[in-house]
């Protein structure tokens, strides 16, 4: 069975330039999330969706984050323009459904310059 | 506000012995419970999950859960220069909208010393 699919691997681009993540889930499951982890962290939620539904956007910076789930399977998260703190590892991951276990991709390394 | 309290370590113990990592948590409401392994530069990958008090074991890992107080461990048999990472716990909790988002830990650096 094939894993989370994320892509691009690396990122690196300059401050005030808009960036996008894409995420392909594993088949089948239904709830997808955006995490991001900082060096020493453990990852911070900040998009959950259910399905097409964006069911818990709290933690997102909406001023400059934005992301869609079309069709409910693949996902893209955008930052526009991006920030020096932006700088981190963007995971997506997916579940079955709410509460179950969760798998994480690879990951998308981002440095902002 | 959501906590999950890790020791970041390092933690260092010889191969072929327990490794032991602990996790506490701040929320009651909070009903799974996880523990994944990252190494350096990947992503994290699950290897325990449990939702009832008690002992779970899986092959040479063994989580535990006691909710009352409110505290999660993992226990590595047999530990191995493979399991060299960071240990992340994750707690899952449950509000009105149904399962949250996992609140991470700022993991454990385990060290097995061959």
């Known amino acids: 069975e094939a894993g989370v699919v994320q892509s691009p691997r690396y990122k690196i681009i300059e401050k005030k330039q808009p960036v996008a993540f894409w995420c392909n889930p594993i088949?089948?499951?239904?709830?997808l999330y955006w995490y991001l982890q900082n060096l020493g962290q453990g990852p911070e939620l900040l998009i959950r969706?259910?399905?097409?539904?964006?069911?818990?956007d709290s933690q997102l910076p909406k001023d400059r984050f934005s992301a869609e789930r079309l069709k409910g399977v693949d996902s893209t998260l955008k930052i526009q323009p991006a920030e020096l703190g932006d700088s981190a590892v963007y995971l997506c991951a997916s579940s079955f459904t709410q509460g179950s276990e969760q798998y994480f991709g690879p990951g998308t390394r981002l440095t902002v310059t | 506000q959501k906590e999950v309290e890790q020791n970041s370590g390092p933690l260092s113990v010889p191969e072929g012995a327990i490794a032991s990592l602990n996790c506490t948590y701040s929320?009651?409401?909070?009903?799974?419970f996880f523990w994944y392994r990252q190494y350096s530069g990947k992503s994290p990958e699950l290897i325990m999950s449990i939702y009832s008090n008690g002992d779970k074991e899986d092959g040479r890992f063994t989580a535990q859960l006691n909710k009352a107080s409110q505290y999660v461990s993992l226990l590595i048999r047999d530990s191995q220069p493979s399991d060299s990472a960071t240990y992340l716990c994750?707690?899952?909790?449950?509000?009105?909208?149904?399962?949250?988002?996992?609140?991470f830990g700022k993991g454990t650096h385990l060290i097995i010393q061959p």
């Open positions: 969706y259910e399905n097409e539904e964006a069911v818990d």
């Open positions: 088949s089948g499951h239904n709830t």
């Open positions: 929320d009651r409401g909070s009903q799974s």
């Open positions: 994750a707690v899952n909790l449950y509000s009105g909208g149904g399962a949250d988002g996992l609140t």
